[in-house]
């Protein structure tokens, strides 16, 4: 079993539409959560950093966590086409220094 | 906010040749730095960790003799693939963390190795 688990896609919606990434882990050791986005050819960018249960906001980016279901989401409100990219999940269990666990991600077409 | 560097950016090179390749912090001291590697369409994968001055920490089934990592100062770390062979080809991407009070790691844009 992998330690992260998430839906390649592709994933395609039309602008304004929003968007729901998922992953699930599967120990409970893991403590520290991130969402990625990654552009053809480019490295990672952080987009959300999270460590407990519930719900955290940032502009139309919205991450959430249930750890007693080791299910964490992004969502993407209003999305737009500017958001076309893979979007990664990455956990770990010493925060957001240490080593990465990423999940496979999944791509995001935004269509006008 | 933080930036890295990798050069080159795209390489390719023949089959048993070696090839190094640069990580740089350039606006901030890297205590700590994370290689990864990216198949098409794949995760990435953390093949090692290095502290300055000290060894890298590898992966499980990832090769120090193969990937060799130095970590020579607060602001460079560089993998050398050694005897590249075409299943070494694939996209290499490292990160960077500050030292006390950092809480992100940063990445640089990737390097593109193909090897023929």
């Known amino acids: 079993q992998k330690e992260v688990e998430q839906d390649p896609g592709p994933l395609s919606v039309p602008e304004g539409a929003i968007v729901s990434l998922n992953c699930t882990y599967s120990?409970?050791?893991?403590?520290?959560f991130m969402w990625y986005r990654q552009y053809s050819r480019k490295g990672p960018e952080l987009l959300m950093y999270?460590?407990?249960?519930g719900n955290k906001e940032d502009g139309r980016f919205t991450a959430q966590v249930d750890k007693s279901s080791k299910y964490i989401s992004l969502f993407i409100r209003d999305s737009q086409p500017s958001d076309s990219a893979t979007y990664l999940c990455?956990?770990?269990?010493?925060?957001?220094?240490?080593?990465?666990?990423f999940g496979q991600g999944t791509t995001l077409q935004v269509k006008p | 906010g933080a930036v890295v560097s990798q050069h080159p950016s795209w390489v390719i090179c023949k089959s048993g040749t070696s090839v190094k390749i640069e990580c740089r912090s350039l606006?901030?001291?890297?205590?700590?730095m994370f290689w990864y590697r990216q198949f098409p369409k794949q995760s990435l994968m953390l093949m090692a960790t290095?502290?300055?001055?000290?060894?890298?920490?590898?992966e499980q089934g990832v090769e120090k003799d193969k990937f060799l990592i130095n970590h020579a100062s607060l602001t460079l770390s560089t993998l050398t693939v050694t005897s590249a062979h075409p299943e070494d080809s694939s996209f290499y991407i490292c990160?960077?963390?500050?030292?006390?009070?950092?809480?992100?790691?940063?990445f640089g844009p990737g390097t593109r190795l193909t090897v023929l």
């Open positions: 990455a956990i770990s269990a010493s925060g957001n220094t240490g080593k990465l666990i």
């Open positions: 120990n409970s050791a893991f403590q520290y």
């Open positions: 999270t460590y407990s249960s």
């Open positions: 606006d901030f001291q890297a205590t700590t």
């Open positions: 290095s502290n300055e001055g000290s060894k890298a920490t590898y």
């Open positions: 990160s960077a963390t500050p030292g006390q009070g950092g809480n992100e790691q940063f």
